[in-house]
């Protein structure tokens, strides 16, 4: 029975770290650039599977009959565009990512909402500078026009091409500052960007799919509630056995 207790409260804690993806993939639907997350919960099955495909002929460790919530996992699926008409925004298509500036590093992002600094530099709306393949992009006042391969005009010169790099399908990006990714890998360097589209005077909405996440946040809430009730369930047995299967014969 009190494996029994255990097993429900950690689905439990499952469920709510799981709500908590979901909350924060609603909160940032309108976001742009905003990627995704995706989690799901390991049950026993799940864990053993996963052990055995990893350690074949090897002890396969402490398992329990636990539900483990699992790590986060980006979605870098393509949001759909929406046309602005500004001059500083560009969204991407394909898998590329700007490559930002910042005061913790190199940073990369999706959301493609420019404007510049009192020194002309083209940055993000969090201060971040946007970096070319010469450093940080620097337009000035100027009238500018950004290519489809990145190259920026300030004016008729140009001024720079937009360092827009591209991920191998194995590496893992994890989420950092606002709205900016960074790999897992520290040391990992992305390629240049051979499939990767700039669109000038538009935007990359958010990836997420609201109404999936709401459908995912309905059935949490439900096993939640039902492993609230094999607790109370688990308590009275509990209880029962305390006080009424342990008590002397009279």
């Known amino acids: 029975m009190i494996r029994g207790l255990y097993?429900?409260?950690?689905?439990?804690?499952a469920t709510v770290r799981r709500m908590e993806v979901a909350t924060n993939n609603l909160?940032?639907?309108e976001t742009v650039g905003y990627k995704q997350e995706r989690t799901a919960g390991a049950a026993f099955d799940e864990q053993l599977v996963a052990r055995?495909?990893?350690q074949q002929g090897q002890d396969l460790g402490r398992l329990t009959l636990a539900n483990v919530p699992q790590v986060p996992v980006l979605d870098l699926g393509q949001g759909a565009l929406q046309a602005t008409d500004r001059a500083l925004d560009v969204a991407l298509e394909g898998p590329g990512l700007l490559t930002l500036e910042t005061a913790d590093g190199v940073r990369y992002t999706r959301d493609g909402s420019l404007t510049r600094d009192a020194d002309g530099y083209l940055t993000t709306l969090a201060g971040a500078r946007v970096l070319g393949e010469n450093g940080p992009i620097q337009v000035g006042g100027d009238a500018v026009t950004i290519d489809a391969d990145g190259t920026v005009r300030a004016g008729e010169e140009v001024v720079d091409r937009l360092r827009v790099v591209e991920f191998g399908p194995d590496d893992v990006l994890e989420r950092v500052g606002r709205n900016e990714l960074a790999p897992q890998q520290r040391d990992?360097?992305?390629q240049a960007a051979t499939a990767t589209?700039?669109?000038q005077g538009f935007v990359e909405a958010?990836?997420?799919d609201v109404t999936g996440v709401l459908t995912t946040t309905l059935g949490l809430q439900r096993a939640y509630e039902a492993n609230q009730r094999m607790i109370r369930s688990q308590d009275d047995l509990l209880s029962r056995a305390v006080t009424e299967i342990a008590r002397p014969p009279s």
């Open 7 to 13: 097993t429900a409260a950690s689905a439990m804690v």
């Open 27 to 29: 909160t940032n639907a």
């Open 52 to 54: 055995l495909a990893a």
């Open 188 to 190: 990992l360097e992305p």
């Open 197 to 199: 589209t700039v669109r």
């Open 206 to 208: 958010s990836n997420v």
